[in-house]
């Protein structure tokens, strides 16, 4: 007779603890988040700034963003999403040489999406916005680190700073970005 008992019980809370997981799952998260030069690693001198919106629902393992930027120094040359790396440090690439320090697809992040213009041709104005997706493999980006606040967002601009600087520094706007927001989704 306990036997029964016990075991009624025991699947009682297996379905209890499944259902919690599903309707997580099920649930899409919607958040607004800032994207500024504060939080680019290193912080340069910009009047720019924006935000990304994103909505998430873990059961369809995809991110939708929209991110939106304003008082750029110049035109947007790449939009990327790298990682994974916490906020206040980059995820750097240890086959980063800068062998082509002007191109628009140079960088030393590691780049997990990313969307480019050329040298000539800019992808967007300084002020402006962009729609994309991405999806959560498991291999290139895992759900673990997505709730962890491990992937971030970076703008790149055409700006290259004059003399006396001197390469990398003068070209800090394009390889490290203008400015950067951190995608935290918990």
Not at 67 to 93: E, H, K, M, Q
Not at 103 to 112: D, E, I, K, Q
Request: charged share 15%.
């Amino acid at each position: 007779m306990r036997l029964p008992k016990l075991t009624a019980i025991f699947f009682t809370m297996i379905l209890a603890a499944c259902n919690k997981d599903t309707t997580y799952r099920e649930t899409t998260i919607v958040k607004t988040l800032p994207v500024t030069t504060a939080q680019n690693v290193p912080s340069l001198p910009t009047a720019g700034s924006g935000d990304v919106s994103i909505d998430y629902t873990p059961a369809n393992k995809a991110v939708n963003y929209k991110i939106s930027w304003s008082n750029l120094t110049d035109s947007v040359i790449a939009i990327r999403i790298c990682g994974p790396s916490p906020a206040g440090y980059n995820s750097i690439n240890p086959a980063f040489t800068g062998a082509n320090p002007t191109s628009p697809s140079t960088t030393p992040h590691v780049v997990l999406q990313e969307f480019v213009g050329t040298a000539t041709k800019a992808l967007y104005a300084k002020n402006g916005s962009f729609t994309s997706s991405f999806p959560i493999d498991g291999v290139k980006v895992s759900e673990e680190l997505l709730n962890a606040g491990y992937y971030y967002f970076t703008i790149h601009t055409k700006t290259i700073i004059p003399p006396p600087a001197t390469a990398p520094a003068s070209l800090a706007y394009r390889w490290f970005g203008e400015i950067r927001g951190q995608l935290t989704i918990k």
